[in-house]
């Protein structure tokens, strides 16, 4: 018997020109603008409002997933602190937008750690700074919300 024609469309190869390691490659993302998750789940929030006061919404499974996941991963639930959190990441410009994402959605404890998911820190922030804004973030952070 032969197996079923795939019904899918088959996958693309990757290019081998992204890495997020200890020397970060992100290719033609190296320097796009990036979102963190709670960045992402209020703008995704805002549009839909918007929609709906203008009678032009149309809910797909897809948004309402992707709304589904933000709900539950985005670390920031509060406008004031999304947008807090999103200054004191700009304002380490030593860090590629890629990183200061990444801070922003894995809100890690220690610089330790913070080095280990994101080895590209390693040679960019030194662990006291880190560790100051690991802390910064951390007091954002409403864990009722």
Partial sequence: MAAPTPTSR????PTGD??????L???EFQNVP?????EARLLINAVMDHR????KVEETETLIKTQDYL????????????????????????????????????????????????PSLASKISD?????LLDDITKLRNFVE
């Fill in 10 to 13: 088959t996958r693309e190869k």
């Fill in 18 to 23: 992204e890495e997020a390691t200890a020397n």
């Fill in 25 to 27: 490659k992100l290719g």
């Fill in 34 to 38: 990036t979102l963190t998750l709670s």
């Fill in 52 to 55: 709906k006061q203008q009678r």
């Fill in 71 to 118: 709900d539950v991963f985005a670390r920031f639930k509060q406008k004031e602190n999304i947008e807090a959190v999103e200054r004191m990441l700009t304002s380490k410009t030593e860090l590629e937008l890629f990183e200061r994402s990444q801070l922003g959605n894995l809100c890690c404890e220690s610089s330790e750690e913070a080095k280990t998911l994101i």
């Fill in 128 to 132: 006291v700074d880190l560790q100051e």
